[in-house]
């Protein structure tokens, strides 16, 4: 798991409804008959489509697709499908036969993209939305998954570039998408050391959506890192107030609280941690979680016993009752 949040475009479903017009009941499958039931099967894989019932849909556009072979948006949909249930190898083949069959299918290289980035082949992923960039200049989408992608590869002032175009092609009224793109646009800055960058980009994150608890998690690692710990701990605060099993929150929660030296809230984070870490089955941050948690109440049991020493001190430098 990242020490930071990120999000990727879930493309829509593109809804091309065939136009047919039903005549008389048939009884056999002639042509007439099956472009009928193809264009209904295609209607009901879009519908399942739309309510997640994804293997369904799969099986309807499967069905579509045999009945005609050269149908472009049955094989996109299809690829849509596939994609959402990671099966990322089906997705990509899919795509490919749409692009085979209709070359300038924006939303098949998009879909093909998304699969390539997923499955980690960034090159191939950028490769696309390349392709979607110069046939549809203003797509957001194309810009901001190619940043995803050379964020992927350490590419960082890439994909502040790509998220710029973004931002400058994304709806205005689309508040919660320009909130993602200022989130992931702040973690590139993060990675540059550029702390203010990324902090102002947080912020914008914040008041573009104030329910999501990433950008409130990313703003206190920004904090934490420029030394502010107060800052940090609000912000975990307000990320844990909407995301009360984020363990990650805890645990740096718990740090910030320990270079403040309020030691007792430091322990109660670190043991929350501990405890969701286990849950989630995140052996390597349990771990962590757990040795930083044992060093505390080590140093704590340490200052405990240190404390003790001036007053058995004082006693001595006084004299202490002596029994003949």
């Given at each position: 798991?990242s020490?930071?949040?990120?999000?990727?475009?879930n493309?829509?479903i593109?809804?091309?409804?065939?136009?047919?017009?039903?005549?008389?009941?048939?009884?056999?499958?002639?042509?007439?008959?099956?472009?009928?039931?193809?264009?209904?099967?295609?209607?009901?894989?879009?519908?399942?489509?739309?309510?997640?019932?994804?293997?369904?849909?799969?099986?309807?556009?499967t069905e579509?697709?045999?009945?005609k072979?050269?149908?472009?948006?049955?094989y996109?949909?299809r690829?849509?499908?596939?994609?959402?249930?990671?099966?990322?190898?089906n997705?990509?083949?899919?795509?490919?036969?749409?692009?085979?069959?209709?070359?300038?299918?924006?939303?098949?290289?998009?879909?093909?993209?998304?699969?390539?980035?997923?499955?980690?082949?960034?090159?191939?992923?950028?490769?696309?939305?390349?392709?979607v960039?110069?046939?549809?200049?203003?797509?957001?989408?194309?810009?901001?998954?190619?940043?995803?992608?050379?964020?992927?590869?350490?590419?960082?002032?890439?994909?502040?570039s790509?998220?710029?175009?973004?931002?400058?092609?994304?709806?205005?009224?689309?508040?919660?998408?320009?909130?993602?793109?200022?989130?992931?646009?702040?973690l590139?800055?993060?990675?540059?050391?550029?702390?203010?960058?990324?902090?102002?980009?947080?912020?914008?994150?914040?008041?573009?959506n104030?329910?999501?608890?990433?950008?409130?998690?990313?703003?206190?690692?920004?904090?934490?890192k420029?030394?502010?710990?107060?800052?940090?701990?609000?912000?975990?605060?307000?990320?844990?107030?909407?995301?009360?099993?984020?363990?990650?929150?805890?645990?740096?929660?718990?740090?910030?609280?320990?270079?403040?030296?309020?030691?007792p809230?430091?322990?109660?984070?670190?043991q929350k941690a501990?405890?969701?870490?286990?849950?989630?089955?995140?052996?390597?941050?349990?771990?962590?979680?757990?040795?930083?948690?044992?060093?505390?109440?080590?140093?704590?049991?340490?200052?405990?016993?240190?404390?003790?020493?001036?007053?058995?001190?004082?006693?001595?430098?006084y004299?202490?009752?002596?029994?003949?």
């Open positions: 798991m020490r930071f949040y990120r999000f990727i475009l493309f829509g593109a809804v091309v409804l065939v136009c047919l017009f039903l005549t008389s009941p048939a009884y056999s499958l002639a042509t007439s008959d099956a472009k009928i039931l193809e264009g209904d099967l295609f209607k009901l894989g879009i519908e399942k489509m739309q309510h997640g019932s994804y293997p369904e849909a799969i099986q309807d556009f579509v697709i045999k009945l072979k050269d149908f472009a948006v049955a996109s949909n690829c849509l499908a596939y994609l959402q249930l990671e099966d990322y190898q997705a990509i083949a899919d795509c490919n036969q749409t692009l085979k069959l209709t070359p300038n299918n924006v939303e098949a290289h998009l879909n093909r993209g998304l699969a390539y980035y997923r499955q980690g082949d960034y090159q191939a992923a950028i490769a696309d939305y390349n392709q960039i110069q046939l549809k200049s203003d797509d957001f989408r194309a810009y901001y998954n190619r940043g995803l992608a050379h964020v992927a590869l350490n590419n960082y002032t890439q994909a502040i790509d998220y710029n175009l973004a931002l400058t092609n994304i709806p205005q009224s689309s508040s919660l998408l320009k909130a993602d793109v200022y989130n992931d646009r702040g590139a800055h993060f990675e540059l050391s550029d702390l203010k960058a990324a902090t102002i980009d947080f912020s914008e994150a914040i008041q573009l104030p329910n999501d608890y990433r950008a409130y998690y990313n703003r206190g690692c920004a904090c934490g420029s030394g502010d710990n107060s800052c940090a701990v609000r912000d975990f605060t307000e990320s844990l107030k909407l995301n009360s099993t984020n363990a990650q929150a805890y645990l740096n929660r718990g740090i910030a609280y320990h270079q403040l030296g309020h030691e809230a430091a322990i109660a984070d670190l501990v405890e969701y870490f286990a849950q989630q089955g995140e052996t390597t941050l349990y771990d962590k979680a757990l040795l930083l948690l044992k060093n505390l109440q080590q140093q704590l049991s340490s200052l405990s016993e240190i404390a003790l020493i001036p007053r058995d001190a004082k006693t001595k430098e004299g202490a009752i002596q029994f003949s």
